[in-house]
């Protein structure tokens, strides 16, 4: 089991977005059970409040099925228990490795863009931030960010593990 964690600042748009869309795609490929996908914030602010309804209305226009959630903070025992942790946005990553304790020692953490595109180049990218639509209003801009960053993110898994189908 692949254990994956997509962080973002408050944990109900972005990251939550990236859980569904994530999860969804697993499915579409009967990949579903090789993973444990959850999602959490590097702040407090929004800590147990619903997806936001600019995320659950995009999802739905795309059918994608919304993973049920309540925002959460990650903390250090994500770190250790997690294969994977896939932040938003730079400031993301560095509050990110300051829970993780100061440095990302186990080489887990990520910048989700920087998938994007790997099942084609086969190589990570440096990678822009994925816009926050809680200042941007942009959810449209947000999903094509997230699924490119899924889609990259599951050629990369898909490479780096052996999946018997």
């Known amino acids: 089991m692949i254990k994956i964690l997509f962080i973002c600042h408050g944990n109900i748009c972005r990251s939550t977005m990236a859980q569904s869309v994530f999860a ?3 499915a579409e490929a009967n990949l579903a059970d090789y993973f444990e996908i959850d999602s959490a914030a590097t702040s407090r ?6 997806p936001h309804y600019g995320t659950v209305r995009k999802l739905r226009e795309e059918n994608v099925p919304l993973i049920p959630h309540r925002a ?3 903390t250090r025992n994500d770190y250790l228990y997690y294969d994977y942790l896939i932040g938003m946005d730079t400031a993301n990553i560095r509050n990110m490795i300051k829970i993780a304790g100061g440095e990302d020692s186990q080489e887990k953490i990520y910048k ?3 998938f994007v595109g790997y099942e084609h180049t086969h190589r990570l990218s440096e990678a822009r931030d994925v816009a926050d639509p809680w200042y941007t209003g942009d959810f449209e801009a947000t999903y094509r960010d997230v699924v490119s960053g899924c889609e990259g993110f599951l050629a990369y898994l898909k490479e780096h593990n052996e999946f018997t189908l």
């Open 24 to 26: 969804h795609l697993a």
């Open 72 to 74: 959460r903070q990650m």
């Open 112 to 114: 989700m863009l920087s």
């Open 45 to 50: 602010e929004e800590i147990g409040n619903t």
